[in-house]
């Protein structure tokens, strides 16, 4: 076929579709089974997800954590989601309503707290000096958890939007394909024999970037920071077969050069801007855990670069059909 344009990952889903909370427990979402081989799908519950693993399989996780990044104050008329580390002051943010965080405003959010306006940037965002720092535990009351956009926010979720294995602080948004395991499922996956090796990616805010050129290799990619333990980059180098749980840690994998998969073994930390699309050469990325993504996303263009753009959209199709839910805290699919 012709080279893939925006409108090819186009779709229209229900709105009753998009899940706004998880499965009563983590393991007990539906999980679809796509069989690249001889392109058959299956349904099933995500707990029983062992008996589609490949036996060789290790996979590999994203172990990073969400950062409780969004300060509301007055009843929320009043917002700004810090998009930079929250070890950084000033932080950088994205502020609501723009008109009250003009260069120079001062909000005093308590006796303790406030923070002050010091640079309005050319795209929007606002440079701003949280007084303490934004680590300190007087903010605790103001800070929120960062749900997607098309998630009403809901803090009794919260700990739900983490993976039972978030350790690393980072992320504006969750890993989601790894909320849907326990520790007794990723334990009787290691009594199986599947082991597990974890990676880092901070997952940015551009993971809900908008693709806005209809010509895919126009698009700019989003940065994120991305780091492999030694320990890791071994198991991944002697790996016969590797599941990447979601798209994070899939981006990761295939961020590695060679040279990084050599020993001696040393840490990797760095930036990456992979876009994988169709027509992608795979080198790492063997099958993929992930859940349903958003029309004309970089996330569902991934997908399709490992089944195929006809097939992403018969799966789809069926999931729809099937009554599947969608997004962050919607169904998995396993892509062998």
Same mark, same amino acid.
């Given at each position: 076929m012709d080279k893939p344009t925006l409108s090819d990952f186009d779709y229209r889903?229900?709105?009753?579709?998009?899940? &706004?909370?998880? *499965?009563?427990?983590?393991?007990? *979402?539906?999980?679809?089974v796509y069989n690249r081989a001889n392109q058959s799908i299956q349904h099933s519950q995500f707990h029983h997800i062992g008996k589609y693993l490949p036996s060789n399989t290790t996979l590999v996780m994203n172990n990073t954590k969400v950062d409780e990044c969004r300060l509301q104050w007055e009843g929320g008329k009043k917002e700004v989601f810090i998009v930079s580390s929250m070890v950084d002051n000033p932080v950088t943010a994205m502020v609501r309503p723009g008109r009250q965080f003009k260069k120079g405003a001062h909000h005093q959010l308590s006796e303790?707290?406030?923070?002050?306006?010091?640079? %309005?940037?050319?795209d929007?965002?606002?440079r701003c000096r949280l007084t303490p720092e934004p680590t300190d535990p007087a903010w605790r009351p103001f800070f929120y958890t960062p749900f997607p956009p098309y998630i009403k926010p809901n803090e009794e979720l919260?700990?739900?939007? &983490?993976t039972v294995y978030s350790t690393t602080p980072g992320s504006k948004a969750a890993p989601t394909a790894g909320l849907h395991f326990t520790p007794e499922l990723l334990q009787g996956l290691?009594? &199986?024999?599947?082991p597990q090796t974890? %990676?880092?990616l901070n997952v940015g805010l551009g993971t809900f970037a908008p693709v806005k050129s209809e010509e895919l290799l126009s698009h700019k990619m989003h940065e994120e920071f991305f *780091? %492999?333990?030694p320990n890791a980059l071994e198991s991944i180098s002697n790996a016969k077969h590797i599941t990447a749980v979601g798209t994070t840690s899939c981006r990761t994998l295939e961020s590695l050069s060679d040279v990084d998969l050599q020993p001696p073994y040393e840490t990797v930390s760095r930036e990456t801007d992979i876009f994988i699309y169709p027509g992608y050469a795979w080198k790492r990325t063997n099958a993929l855990l992930t859940n349903f993504h958003l029309p004309k996303s970089t996330l569902l263009m991934l997908l399709a670069a490992l089944v195929g753009v006809d097939a992403w959209r018969r799966i789809y199709d069926e999931a729809i059909r099937e009554g599947y839910r969608f997004? *962050?805290?919607g169904d998995a699919m396993l892509v062998l």
């Open positions: 889903l229900p709105e009753e579709l998009i899940a &706004q909370e998880p *499965s009563d427990k983590r393991d007990h *979402s539906r999980l679809l303790t707290c406030h923070l002050d306006v010091e640079e %309005v940037l050319e929007g965002l606002r919260a700990g739900r939007y &983490q290691r009594d &199986q024999g599947i974890e %990676v880092t *780091s %492999v333990s997004y *962050s805290f």
